[in-house]
Every structure is written in structure tokens, then in C-alpha cells.
């Protein structure tokens, strides 16, 4: 069967990882279902099966260890939309992490669908055992084997209240028993039983894995089967849903741009890079444009550097950030250094460097300008968009300056 959801390359895993196996039969399983690609939301987190988003079509989210069902109960909520397709990818070391996600998922009957991969350990980190390591089985950090019984997800999430929970052996063709899942309404779980090459074999040589799982004592069979609607929502009577309606920005100004450009500003933690580029983003809006915005800094947030992505269009936005952006600014020391993977990728456009920087290699064109000393530290980003509309008039110079009359106090030559 020819891929629709999944892209054609290869996938990342281990040669003989039944996370192939799911992610191609969840592409098979979608396809019987006919749902469009548009409408489906994978949210994944941190194991092996995470690195899987690169390789999907759809709309993916990625999230802490554990966490995802938790990202996803937010993200079927906002929605509020059955026909809305949430799956949910997490490994059995995530779902040790954080089964209270999955239990409360499933008591209130969410609208999503949980695949777990469990492959008996914690794959990513080195084999260590999770809560869902047979008795006798095997690992790096268990040569002797688990000495107690694992849990029963099926069980426990069956107790909980969802729609559908079901165990199957992560071999040959599972896409029916997925769609089966993706297909009920409220909260549905597919435990797929798999076993990791790098480490549950090596540790386990000869076993089978019907056998682990029979002897483990953990039934492949459908565990609950229940027509439950998904839940109905209080708090959609008391606020509004972020995935409606308008940002109240009302249209001022006019813009002749005619097709999307691609903008990246880098600088220091501290130094308004973030407002800046929301700043621009909104004048462009307020342009007749559309734009999206994507901001990227340390975890440590107040240190190192700070960069935010905005795209601007007249056309409709589906994703944010620009990897290899049209127009570059830089005003630091911290910002130069993100921006090397952009200087390299860059085989046109223009670089708008702060004049006290070195002037970096690059194919693109190079500009310096004294934003730290025209405005401070504090306003250099927003000198740099300022100066980038007096260049290349995106769209009017006087949208953003409306916008931040006051902060600099002066007017850009």
C-alpha cells in the first residue's frame, strides 16, 4: 500500500523495531478510515518512538517524558472536535512516567486514541526496566531478569472508563485492529506488545515474544468495547477556544507583498527579540497580512541567545519557522552564533549585522548597522526590523511604527 500520511523515505529506527511496524499501520489504518491529513495530530515524547515525527505528514507535537497524553488531552479539548483525529505515540517508559495522564484520559473519556509501544524497557537510555517488565524478563541493567510482574495497562485503563482498550502483538499487519481504535469515539488504547533489537533480544537470546507475553500473563484480546461519548466541556460556556475566531487586529495599513517571505532575528536572553518579532509580526497583520511566529531560546531562558522565525504572506500560513530564512538579523554576540546553521544555508537574501559583530561568511548579501548603538541593548531587534521595512518595504514602515511609537524616541535614517 502506497504511504499517504507517512513520507516515502525510510524510517528512523532499528533494523527489526516494531516502531516501524505501528508507524506504518497506523499510516494503513488511517487510510481505511479515510481521514483527512490535514485533520489528524500525532503527539509524541521523549523514547525511541519520538523521533518519528520527522517522518509524518501530519500535524505532530513533541513533548517532556511522558507527557504526551497530557499535551494531547489539552489538544482535544481546545479542539472539541470528534472528527478531529488525536493519536497519541508513548512508550512503555513514558506511560511509567506518567500513567496518572492516561487514567484521567480515560475516566473523563477524552477524544484520542493511545498507542503504546511496549517494548519492555526504556529503550533510548540503555535498557533499564520499566513498570511494564515481565517477571524473568531480561535487560542491561537486569541481567538476572525483573523480579515481579509487570502492570496491566489494558486492565487498569479498561477500569478507568475508556471507550476501547485492546492488546496486540506488534507483528505482521495491525492496521485493522488500529483502525478499530481510531474509529471510536472518546478515549481508546492500543497496547502494542514489541521487542527492542538493541537490547531486549541481546539480553534475552531465543526468547519469543508470544511467549513473554503468555507467560507474563497479559491476554491479547480487547478489554473494553463501550459506546461512550467523549466528554462535554463546562469551560467552552465560560471562555473562549484559542482555535477560533480573530486576533482582534484591524486592518490599517496596505501592503503590496505578493508572495511569503521568510524573516530570522537573533540576539541575546533579555533583549526584547521575542516582542520585537511579535511586534512585526502584528504590524504585518495589521498590513493585510497573515504571519506566524515561532520563538527559540535555552531552557535557562534569562542567559545565551534568543531567536524567533516570523513568516509573513498574503497568502494562508500552515507552519511556523524558517530554517533558511530570506532576510537574517543579527544583534549579538549569542545571536551570531545561533544564526551559523542560517549563514550556511543561506544562498540569497540579505544579513542585517550589528556593526560591532565580525562580518560572517555567508552567500548572502551583508549589511551592518549600529542597532545596539542607535536604540540600546534592549531595543537592537526592533531597530533591525525597523531597518529591514526601510530596505525592503514588506509592507509600510509606518505599521510597525505606529506600533512601538515611544520606545525608541527616535526616527530610523
Do not use: W
Not at 535498557?127 to 531478569?145: A, M, R, V, W
Not at 497496547?191 to 513473554?212: A, D, F, Q, R, T
Amino acid at each position: 500500500m502506497e504511504r499517504v500520511y507517512l513520507k516515502e523515505e525510510g524510517l528512523p529506527f532499528c533494523k527489526g523495531c516494531g516502531h516501524t511496524t505501528i508507524s506504518e499501520n497506523t499510516d494503513k489504518a488511517l487510510q481505511k478510515l479515510g481521514i483527512p491529513l490535514l485533520d489528524v495530530i500525532l503527539v509524541t515524547d521523549i523514547g525511541c518512538h519520538g523521533i518519528i515525527d520527522k517522518s509524518f505528514k501530519m500535524h505532530t507535537v513533541h513533548g517532556l517524558h511522558g507527557r504526551s497524553v497530557a499535551l494531547a488531552t489539552g489538544i482535544s479539548a481546545g479542539l472539541s472536535n470528534p472528527d478531529k483525529k488525536v493519536i497519541v505515540f508513548i512508550g512503555d517508559g513514558g506511560v511509567t512516567i506518567g500513567i496518572q495522564h492516561l487514567i484521567n484520559a480515560a475516566h473523563r473519556n477524552f477524544n484520542m486514541t493511545v498507542v503504546i509501544h511496549n517494548n519492555m524497557l526504556y529503550g533510548m537510555t540503555g535498557g533499564q526496566p520499566s513498570e511494564f517488565t515481565p517477571q524473568g524478563f531480561k535487560t542491561p541493567t537486569l541481567p538476572d531478569g525483573a523480579g515481579e510482574k509487570a502492570s496491566d495497562i489494558c486492565a487498569i485503563i479498561s477500569a478507568a472508563g475508556a471507550s476501547y482498550v485492546s492488546r496486540v502483538i506488534g507483528i505482521g499487519d495491525l492496521s485493522d485492529h488500529l483502525a478499530e481504535a481510531f474509529a471510536k469515539p472518546g478515549f481508546s488504547l492500543v497496547e502494542v506488545m514489541e521487542i527492542c533489537p538493541s537490547y531486549g533480544v541481546k539480553s534475552n537470546p531465543g526468547m519469543k515474544l508470544s511467549k513473554v507475553v503468555q507467560e507474563a500473563g497479559l491476554e491479547i484480546r480487547v478489554y473494553a468495547d463501550r459506546n461512550i461519548p467523549g466528554p462535554e466541556l463546562l469551560s467552552e460556556s465560560k471562555f473562549k477556544s484559542l482555535f477560533t475566531g480573530k486576533i482582534d487586529i484591524p486592518v490599517t495599513h496596505v501592503s503590496s507583498l505578493k508572495s511569503t517571505v521568510r524573516i530570522q532575528v537573533a540576539g541575546s536572553a533579555g533583549e526584547g527579540v521575542q516582542s520585537a518579532a511579535e511586534y512585526f509580526a502584528a504590524a504585518a497583520i495589521a498590513s493585510g497580512l497573515n504571519a506566524t511566529k515561532k520563538g527559540s531560546y535555552p531552557v535557562t531562558v534569562g542567559i545565551g541567545f534568543s531567536a524567533s522565525d516570523v513568516i509573513i504572506s498574503p497568502d494562508p500560513i500552515l507552519y511556523t519557522g524558517s530554517p533558511v530564512p530570506d532576510y537574517l538579523i543579527i544583534t549579538s554576540d549569542d545571536g551570531l552564533a545561533y544564526a551559523k546553521g542560517a549563514l550556511a544555508a543561506m544562498k540569497e537574501g540579505t544579513v542585517y549585522i550589528d556593526s560591532s559583530l565580525p562580518v560572517p561568511e555567508t552567500k548572502a548579501s551583508v549589511v551592518t548597522y549600529a542597532f545596539r548603538e542607535f536604540a540600546g541593548s534592549r531595543n537592537a531587534a526592533l531597530v533591525g526590523f525597523l531597518y529591514l521595512l526601510k530596505e525592503a518595504a514588506l509592507y509600510p514602515y509606518e505599521a510597525l511604527e505606529s506600533r512601538v511609537a515611544g520606545r525608541i524616541g527616535k526616527t530610523i535614517g
